[in-house]
């Protein structure tokens, strides 16, 4: 089983995906903007590889304007050593991509225009995947689109727009049952007409469920019955409801108790995972760690390096708890580790634990820093200290002597992101 994450990363420099605005979008901000975030996605590729994750969304927005006639470069030739450097790591490392369109990608929409523009976006898409020398088991996800007053002409629309796609478009795309409109039946049915796979996703089957009532395990096996060899394994997306938030509003954390009862049920534990959560890769982590064979202490070490000045900072005493729960090199303690994370996360922030984490971090550059600096952190904590300042400000200026001073086990700590 490959566990993944969505397009964003939490914890690592210059790896935001840049747009244009279309003034802004001549040929030399294009190329610019796209080589940027080429080598966003580069180093988004080789953290995976580095933490051993090999299910990955690719930002939809890559390529600015990619599918539209404001950028007619040719971008595929101007950046293909990119492609070609990027596309030959996913397959060495055995990671599968893929892209997942937004709510503007409409297929069955009664607008001529709006289904014109969808079949660009989904060419575009399918166009960076063959950049990257990638089969066709990296896909496409696409949600149905919209029910216009009569879902059976809506679905019947999908279909036949469905058959004006190029063959390699057709190879790659694969559905999903959305949390409004189209139940997991409804994708089913459809699937049988065209012949493409369905992504079951939970979340959404909870929101809307189809008439049939059945539980998870069913619906993933039925889903499993659509996928064909040259798809690859079937791929399914996981959530969870964030509490006291709108219906379909993902959680910050994937809680571990809750991912553990779901996946110890699925009929096929080697199928991959998407999850859909607002803390991308460090959920996938989390996961990931949760389920492998490969238990060792060594992998919740090198978590709590990550970890343990935003554990500081939130509660000393869980930090305290962290440690001594560490300390049994034989041990692999792994629920009580991430429970006891996910307990700290949650409380709201002490202005004195906050500053004395301050401290510890400073810790790192009091010997070199300069005396301006020196200064500049002392009025920044007293400002704090008498609330006409913020933590922010303190972080800010920590995070600026990092990158200065090279400190890399700061710059990877998620001190500094969460």
Not at 375 to 382: G, M, P, V, Y
Request: net charge positive; charged share 30%; hydrophobic share 35%.
């Amino acid at each position: 089983m490959s566990i993944g994450y969505a397009c964003l990363h939490i914890g690592l420099t210059n790896t935001n995906i840049k747009t244009v605005i279309q003034r802004n979008a001549t040929e030399e901000k294009l190329t610019e903007v796209t080589a940027h975030n080429l080598s966003a996605l580069e180093k988004m590729i080789d953290y995976n590889i580095l933490n051993d994750i090999r299910l990955y969304r690719i930002s939809s927005g890559l390529v600015p304007f990619g599918s539209s006639p404001i950028n007619r470069l040719p971008w595929d030739k101007i950046h293909q050593e990119a492609f070609e450097r990027i596309g030959k790591k996913v397959a060495e490392s055995g990671m599968r991509v893929s892209f997942h369109p937004g709510q503007y990608t409409v297929l069955n929409s009664p607008s001529e225009e709006v289904v014109n523009r969808a079949i660009d976006d989904l060419i575009y898409q399918e166009k960076i995947l063959t950049c990257l020398g990638t089969n066709s088991s990296h896909k496409l996800i696409l949600h149905v689109g919209g029910v216009y007053g009569d879902k059976e002409g809506a679905m019947e629309r999908f279909v036949q727009n469905f058959q004006r796609l190029p063959e390699s478009v057709k190879a790659r795309l694969i559905i999903e049952n959305d949390d409004r409109l189209y139940h997991i039946e409804d994708v089913l049915a459809l699937s049988k007409r065209i012949g493409i796979p369905v992504v079951y996703d939970n979340l959404h089957n909870a929101i809307n469920p189809s008439p049939t009532n059945k539980d998870d395990n069913y619906w993933i096996t039925e889903a499993n019955k659509t996928w064909k060899k040259e798809d690859g394994k079937q791929k399914i997306h996981y959530s969870q409801q964030a509490p006291d938030k709108r219906l379909g509003a993902h959680t910050d954390t994937i809680y571990l108790k809750t991912f553990l009862e779901f996946y110890k049920k699925i009929p096929d534990t080697t199928i991959d995972i998407m999850l859909e959560v607002k803390d991308k890769n460090l959920s996938a982590i989390k996961c990931q760690n949760a389920i492998t064979d490969r238990k060792n202490i060594v992998l919740l070490e090198r978590e709590w390096a990550r970890y343990k000045y935003l554990i500081l900072e939130k509660s000393p005493a869980i930090y305290q708890m962290i440690r001594t729960l560490l300390k049994d090199k034989a041990d692999y303690p792994v629920i009580e580790f991430y429970e006891l994370i996910e307990k700290a996360q949650k409380k709201e922030t002490n202005p004195g634990e906050a500053e004395n984490t301050a401290q510890h971090v400073w810790g790192y550059f009091k010997d070199q820093a300069t005396v301006r600096e020196k200064r500049t952190f002392i009025r920044n904590c007293e400002k704090y200290r008498n609330q006409k300042g913020s933590l922010q400000t303190i972080k800010r200026q920590l995070f600026k002597l990092a990158v200065k001073y090279e400190e890399a086990y700061l710059l990877e700590s998620l001190y500094f992101y969460l």
